[in-house]
């Protein structure tokens, strides 16, 4: 005698019953219940508060003097720390603060070689600036490219509207000298306050 496979048995018994209409709601069921639980989870998501905003203002600047961003890369522009060839007070050790324990980028907006010489010749003095990290340009447009290219951790500039622009694209914008329009900046009266 020819006995019939075990699943070939199983298979005629559940057409000849109603097991496979009863498998087939178990598994309607469970599709239901699970399209309803993943909805009801994606419509919670969707409820959650908002992520809390940039820290900025007097949380930016603690964070600095906790030395949070030690290691980092930082662009100043050369206007914040000098005015008419001289420097600012605090200036010149603000900059070898930084540049001790930052990865300091310093922008430079020249007219001719001749400022060039002027900036290299006032910098000279400080060690950890790397020269190739000292850049020059042209144009206002120079401090925007060349933020958005190295990208840093912190951005220092003196003028409201790059700061303004620039605030959109990097984490950290400190103005100095003016007062910040948008609450992605930090104002500051000068450089100094950076490590005090």
Same mark, same amino acid.
């Given at each position: 005698?020819?006995?019939?496979?075990?699943?070939?048995?199983?298979?005629?018994?559940?057409?000849?019953?109603?097991?496979?209409?009863?498998?087939?709601?178990?598994?309607?069921?469970?599709?239901?219940?699970?399209?309803?639980?993943?909805?009801?989870?994606?419509? /919670? /998501?969707?409820?959650?508060?908002?992520?809390?905003?940039?820290?900025?203002?007097? *949380?930016?600047?603690?964070?600095?003097?906790?030395?949070?961003?030690?290691? /980092?890369?930082?662009?100043?522009?050369?206007?914040?720390?000098?005015?008419?060839?001289?420097?600012?007070?605090?200036?010149?050790?603000?900059?070898?603060?930084? *540049? *001790?324990?930052?990865?300091?980028?310093?922008?430079?907006?020249?007219?001719?070689?001749?400022?060039?010489?002027?900036?290299?010749?006032?910098?000279?003095?400080?060690?950890?600036?790397?020269?190739?990290?000292?850049?020059?340009?042209?144009?206002?447009?120079?401090?925007?490219? %060349?933020?958005?290219?190295?990208?840093?951790?912190?951005?220092?500039?003196?003028?409201?509207?790059?700061?303004?622009?620039?605030?959109?694209?990097?984490?950290?914008?400190?103005?100095?000298?003016?007062?910040?329009?948008?609450?992605?900046?930090?104002?500051?009266?000068?450089?100094?306050?950076?490590? %005090?």
């Amino acid at each position: 005698m020819h006995r019939k496979p075990l699943f070939e048995t199983i298979w005629n018994e559940m057409l000849d019953s109603n097991a496979l209409m009863a498998i087939t709601v178990f598994v309607g069921a469970v599709s239901f219940y699970m399209f309803l639980t993943r909805n009801d989870h994606q419509d /919670r /998501r969707r409820e959650s508060p908002p992520p809390t905003p940039k820290k900025h203002g007097a *949380s930016f600047l603690r964070r600095i003097h906790l030395g949070e961003f030690s290691g /980092r890369t930082i662009c100043i522009s050369w206007e914040t720390l000098v005015e008419k060839h001289e420097w600012r007070d605090c200036a010149k050790e603000t900059l070898l603060a930084l *540049s *001790s324990n930052m990865i300091v980028y310093l922008m430079c907006h020249i007219s001719n070689a001749n400022e060039k010489g002027k900036v290299l010749s006032m910098v000279k003095d400080i060690p950890q600036l790397a020269r190739h990290n000292i850049l020059f340009c042209e144009t206002e447009k120079g401090y925007e490219a %060349f933020s958005r290219q190295i990208k840093p951790a912190i951005l220092v500039t003196h003028d409201s509207a790059q700061a303004e622009f620039l605030s959109l694209v990097l984490p950290n914008v400190v103005l100095v000298g003016s007062s910040a329009t948008g609450s992605a900046m930090t104002s500051i009266s000068s450089l100094s306050e950076l490590l %005090f």
